[in-house]
C-alpha cells in the first residue's frame, strides 16, 4: 500500500469525525463536558508520540526534535511551525550525525 493512499484513507477516515465534532459546536454543554474536552487531545496526542520517542533506538534525536517541537508550537501557538521544526531538527540531528 502506497503512503499516499495511507495518508488519503487516514483522512478519509478522521476528517468527517472531526468535521461532525466541530459543527456540532452549537450545542451547549455543561461545564464539567467542556474542561473534560480540553484535555483529550493532550493526553491523546502524549500517548501517541511518548511510545515512539522513548521506545525508539535512536530516542536521542526525537527527543531534541520533541523538544524542538514543543517549543515552537509553545511559542507560535500553531501546530505547523512545531511538526515542521521538529522534523528539520531531527533531520538536522541525524545529517549531523549526533
Same mark, same amino acid.
Given at each position: 500500500? @502506497?503512503?499516499?493512499? =495511507?495518508? /488519503?484513507?487516514? #483522512?478519509? =477516515?478522521?476528517?468527517? =469525525?472531526? #468535521?461532525?465534532g466541530l459543527s456540532l459546536g452549537r450545542l451547549h454543554l455543561p461545564p464539567f463536558w467542556? @474542561? /473534560?474536552l480540553q484535555f483529550v487531545p493532550v493526553s491523546v496526542f502524549a500517548a501517541l508520540v511518548l511510545p515512539e520517542v522513548l521506545g525508539s533506538p535512536e530516542w536521542p534525536r526525537r527527543l531534541v526534535a520533541c523538544v524542538v517541537g514543543g517549543l515552537l508550537m509553545w511559542r507560535t501557538g500553531s501546530l505547523a511551525p512545531g511538526i515542521l521544526g521538529g522534523f528539520a531538527a531531527y533531520w538536522a540531528v541525524r545529517v549531523l550525525g549526533l
Open positions: 500500500m @502506497s503512503v499516499l493512499l =495511507v495518508i /488519503f484513507l487516514m #483522512w478519509a =477516515v478522521t476528517y468527517p =469525525v472531526r #468535521w461532525l467542556l @474542561s /473534560f
